[in-house]
DNA sequence: TCACGTTGCTAAACTGATTTAGCAGAGCAT
DNA sequence: ATGCTCTGCTAAATCAGTTTAGCAACGTGA
């Protein structure tokens, strides 16, 4: 790869002067005292050659090389973590960075390995990401340099970047109360661990916070709380059903994601009810499904992608220690509308 | 980042001998006529010390950098990619080489731009990867070293990994045969665009391709061929009805991918018909909607891990100019039985 | 006229590894 | 004693940049 590549000495020689010319001259370096006539050469020089410098010389001598390792649990292979990616690696190209990225797969061993790979290349610093929003605890061996959580947070303060998800909580169950829900709003999705093992979760708390106080402000309560021991659609399926075992049907269902929410759906396509008319449905996430619903579901996203833009420019713009919390917009949809009765 | 480490000359030190003793025991090198005493020592200092190797300065030396560039144009960010990348990593892990990812986002600029700054940072091969299968233009910049395709072909004949698409359609078809299904087969999902030009998909052909060839060979052919202008659920919805409205309805539907056969259980539920007990519907991708669905959904898996873990041991292990075909097994679920009457 | 500052540039050191070429000493045969 | 090979090791070059220190020529004021 990259045979033939002409040097910095190449430039110099062609431009007829020394080396540390060309290189003052190409980094633009103010100060020097060459000669406009100089600049000219040397640019045209290296133009012609097609220069571009080598990337390990220079951080040998720097120890800079541009590049930021992306390291998460399983974030990068999910359906999730696309968007953090993508994010990231457009604020990291607008800064003429770029990502080496490595999956720990959760097991420390890979863990090692991959943080150890990362830094025997040098990069300018390390985004530890995690796909589930919560807790964890940081490898020692990143801390001597700049770190950056994303969708996570630490016992030890490091900057980080998460959704906001209390906010959400908010921002959905007004959307609900301002339909003219009220005393029927059933929660989709509680679930124990989530809520209490910031290790497991974060959102579920804050979510569930987020919507508890916004109902009780608006001097009301959930009518019903149906628990999940998971967030697939299939815990969403067996849920709702429940939910519509129960006497007072609801209104309105906040599911915990879009999973969830999706079960939902199938279940009250079997029950004969209808979305919205009959009941109006409201989530977490925005995941593609979301908008392949009938009707659309309206659901509050994780911004994935500010969060990865946001976690590049905090880790090479600026240190920042207190949490970024990055606002989950609501989706509007079809799945809400005024209750029926 | 990456401060106060230990380098070769420390470890040279603190066994009392010269760097290239240590740098001969430390990469195994055969033939040296060092001591074991020596070897004993080298070995002991870098564990002290915590040595690890400066691959700048190593790759500045060999131009060697362990490091492979994952260049795709959208692929990165969707939910297909994942497990590309995935299997890539796994793949490069076990080859003690690392991931630089990069995304062109379709855009000739970006793609120069990022392939530039792979190429600066001295990848030793590309893998070049495409979000739907097609054929594509290579960047001539990449092709002065390795490179790999992966989900697509060129007009260079460069070595490339694809899914068996055209197998593929002759397993779904298989399997409906099996059943008992034969002559009121219907497909969803024909595109003249993403027939005809494999710029665009190659996918669609070969799927179809595959469809006939069975059937053909089973004596039968398809009962209709619904048109969709893209493949997603609305159009798979669509679709389905216009299916449905004809006379006589099919016994199967095959769906050209998963999310038009998602369209198509919605459009089934409203029509009041259930899968599979009125109609069997299997489909291609194996999206992550295919285990949601109620009942889960039969589909011929595109299988990203393996391909991206082939592109990578092709890329580092052996050149093959074939293309590499790699098979896409047929999860079996509930979405198939046998035809009513 | 000469010390001094400015201008325009360069030689050489340095980064941390690998690799080539070769040296000193021991053992052995002649 | 001399020449030879073998053993065990090292000095120095090299990769492609950045950076430090400083040189030569020129103008200027005293």
């Not at 290349?121 to 807790?135: E, S």
């Not at 880790?315 to 209750?339: K, N």
Request: hydrophobic share 45%; aromatic share 4%; with cysteine.
């Amino acid at each position: 790869m990259a045979r033939n590549r002409a040097t910095l000495a190449d430039v110099a020689r062609r431009a007829g002067l020394s080396k540390t010319a060309a290189s003052m001259v190409l980094n633009g370096r103010e100060g020097t005292r060459l000669s406009t006539e100089a600049h000219q050469r040397v640019f045209a020089a290296a133009e012609e050659l097609g220069y571009r410098p080598n990337v390990a010389a220079r951080s040998l001598r720097t120890r800079k090389t541009a590049t930021i390792a992306f390291v998460s649990d399983i974030v990068a292979t999910t359906r999730f973590a696309g968007g953090l990616i993508r994010g990231a690696l457009d604020a990291a190209r607008e800064r003429d960075h770029v990502l080496l990225i490595a999956e720990t797969q959760g097991d420390a061993a890979f863990e090692q390995y991959a943080i150890e790979a990362m830094l025997d290349r040098q990069v300018d610093g390390v985004i530890y990401a995690a796909m589930a929003t919560r807790r964890l605890a940081v490898p020692p061996a990143i801390l001597n340099g700049p770190v950056v959580l994303l969708n996570a947070t630490s016992p030890e303060n490091l900057p980080c970047v998460l959704p906001d998800d209390e906010r959400a909580g908010r921002t959905v169950a007004t959307a609900l109360l301002e339909k003219g829900h009220r005393d029927r709003i059933a929660l989709l999705g509680r679930n124990r661990l989530k809520e209490r093992e910031p290790g497991v979760s974060l959102a579920a708390q804050a979510r569930l916070q987020g919507i508890r106080d916004t109902l009780s402000a608006a001097g009301t309560t959930l009518l019903a709380e149906a628990f999940c021991s998971d967030w697939l659609p299939e815990h969403g399926y067996a849920a709702m059903r429940s939910l519509l075992g129960r006497s007072g049907r609801p209104s309105a269902v906040i599911c915990m994601n879009d999973r969830l929410a999706f079960g939902a759906y199938q279940a009250l396509g079997e029950a004969g009810l209808a979305v919205p008319t009959d009941i109006s449905v409201v989530s977490f996430d925005d995941d593609p499904i979301a908008t392949w619903l009938r009707p659309g579901l309206a659901t509050a996203a994780l911004p994935h992608e500010q969060m990865g833009r946001r976690a590049v420019e905090i880790l090479l713009d600026g240190r920042t220690t207190e949490p970024t919390l990055v606002p989950m917009p609501l989706r509007r949809r079809r799945s809400i509308a005024a209750p029926a009765s």
